[in-house]
């Protein structure tokens, strides 16, 4: 494994500095939280900092270790191959990806219920449509994933014959198949729902959409952005 980089360390200790904020100053810590987390864009409780600030909360210690681990483990390695200031654009343009494919899906679903995209009356609506158009505007999104899935896109594509080892299967599997079997995981959970599931499936799939575009682009303008084996 790479040593650390610069942006990649940076950004670590940013998420960990927001992290200890928000669990180690009480109501101010939480203050933090809800100002820094991300609502619906017509939501009363959306400013127009949070989809920068998102990706540096986490819900909670499990949310930040993952991620953080996430990008320690294959961030060092992209940001060798682009540079410090491509490797910061393709996390940034990613997480605001995710948080763009997560609103759109939120605004057809309101769509949906209320026939409005922005400012929906929800007189007549059933309990259960109430609910969601309720959840969609008051509830915050917190997370680095759709930038982590920006970057594990990326990683698959430059790197697809590395071999990984993946909790639970006892053989190393080549980068190439693990990515892909992720991606239709996500889309698969993020179209069925499970009751009870409040990870932002679609968040993840955008951050991985607009990481395989931007590898894409970046390598037609030179072999610089090669595939590599």
Same mark, same amino acid.
């Given at each position: 494994?790479?040593?650390?980089?610069?942006?990649?360390?940076?950004?670590?200790?940013?998420?960990?500095?927001?992290?200890?904020?928000?669990?180690?100053?009480?109501?101010?810590?939480?203050?933090?939280?809800?100002?820094?987390?991300?609502?619906?864009?017509?939501?009363?409780?959306?400013?127009?900092?949070?989809?920068?600030?998102?990706?540096?909360? !986490?819900?909670?210690?499990?949310?930040?270790? @993952?991620?953080?681990? *996430?990008?320690?483990?294959?961030?060092?390695?992209?940001?060798?191959?682009?540079?410090?200031?491509?490797?910061?654009n393709f996390y940034l343009i990613t997480g605001l990806g995710a948080l763009g494919l997560q609103? *759109?899906?939120?605004?057809?679903?309101?769509?949906?219920?209320?026939?409005?995209?922005?400012?929906?009356?929800?007189?007549?609506?059933?309990?259960?449509?109430?609910?969601?158009?309720?959840?969609?505007?008051?509830?915050?999104?917190?997370?680095?994933?759709? *930038?982590?899935?920006?970057? %594990?896109?990326?990683?698959?594509? %430059?790197?697809?014959?590395?071999?990984?080892?993946?909790?639970?299967?006892?053989?190393?599997?080549?980068?190439?198949?693990?990515?892909?079997?992720?991606?239709?995981?996500?889309?698969?959970?993020?179209?069925?729902?499970?009751?009870?599931?409040?990870?932002? !499936?679609?968040? !993840?799939?955008?951050?991985?959409?607009?990481? @395989?575009?931007l590898v894409k682009l970046w390598r037609r303008k030179g072999n610089y952005y090669d595939y590599?084996?």
């Amino acid at each position: 494994m790479n040593n650390i980089t610069p942006i990649v360390k940076n950004i670590i200790i940013i998420n960990v500095i927001f992290f200890a904020a928000t669990y180690f100053l009480g109501e101010n810590g939480l203050l933090i939280k809800a100002y820094s987390a991300v609502y619906y864009f017509d939501s009363p409780y959306f400013r127009i900092w949070q989809p920068i600030t998102y990706m540096f909360m !986490h819900a909670d210690m499990t949310h930040i270790f @993952f991620n953080m681990f *996430a990008l320690f483990s294959f961030g060092p390695i992209l940001e060798s191959h682009w540079g410090g200031k491509r490797f910061i654009n393709f996390y940034l343009i990613t997480g605001l990806g995710a948080l763009g494919l997560q609103w *759109a899906v939120q605004a057809l679903e309101v769509h949906q219920l209320t026939g409005a995209f922005m400012h929906p009356s929800l007189s007549g609506l059933s309990d259960a449509a109430y609910a969601t158009v309720q959840g969609i505007y008051m509830s915050p999104m917190v997370g680095a994933s759709g *930038a982590i899935f920006g970057l %594990l896109v990326a990683f698959g594509l %430059l790197y697809p014959n590395i071999e990984m080892y993946i909790m639970f299967i006892p053989v190393p599997v080549k980068a190439k198949y693990i990515i892909p079997v992720y991606i239709v995981l996500e889309l698969f959970l993020g179209v069925r729902k499970f009751e009870g599931d409040s990870i932002a !499936h679609f968040a !993840h799939l955008g951050g991985a959409l607009i990481g @395989f575009i931007l590898v894409k682009l970046w390598r037609r303008k030179g072999n610089y952005y090669d595939y590599y084996d």
